[in-house]
């Protein structure tokens, strides 16, 4: 079992930066990792992946801005957001996935806000 707790959300200036932090609970190394958001009204959609071979990939919405890494020795997964405009406010949940067991396994936090507003 695998907890993650995200840290970091807030309320930023459009055009601000913020860095969204994903502890987790235990060992991350073999975790594809991940960062989604949800808008009020609309579906939780990708925001950027990275497998723990460090490839990631990025929603087309944010594609340019933000930029997701990860820290296995620290068990920790960033995501680094510059640019931010209004759209991007939402509820980032990060997300684990276990490939390795029998079937995929996955794990979500409870979620940040991130407020883009002037």
């Known amino acids: 079992q695998v907890q993650l707790v995200e840290s970091g959300g807030g309320l930023v200036q459009p055009g601000g930066s913020l860095r969204l932090s994903c502890a987790a609970s235990g060992t991350i190394v073999i975790l594809f990792m991940g960062w989604y958001r949800q808008a009020p009204g609309k579906q939780r959609e990708l925001v950027a992946t990275?497998?723990?071979?460090?490839?990631?990939n990025y929603g087309d919405s944010v594609k340019g801005r933000f930029t997701i890494s990860r820290e296995n020795t620290k068990n920790t997964v960033y995501l680094q957001m510059n640019a931010l405009k209004p759209d991007d406010t939402a509820v980032y949940y990060c997300?684990?996935?276990?490939?390795?067991?029998?079937?995929?396994?996955?794990?979500w936090g409870q979620g940040t806000q991130v407020t883009v507003s002037s």
């Open positions: 997300n684990a996935v276990n490939y390795y067991a029998k079937s995929p396994i996955n794990y």
């Open positions: 990275i497998s723990n071979g460090g490839n990631t």
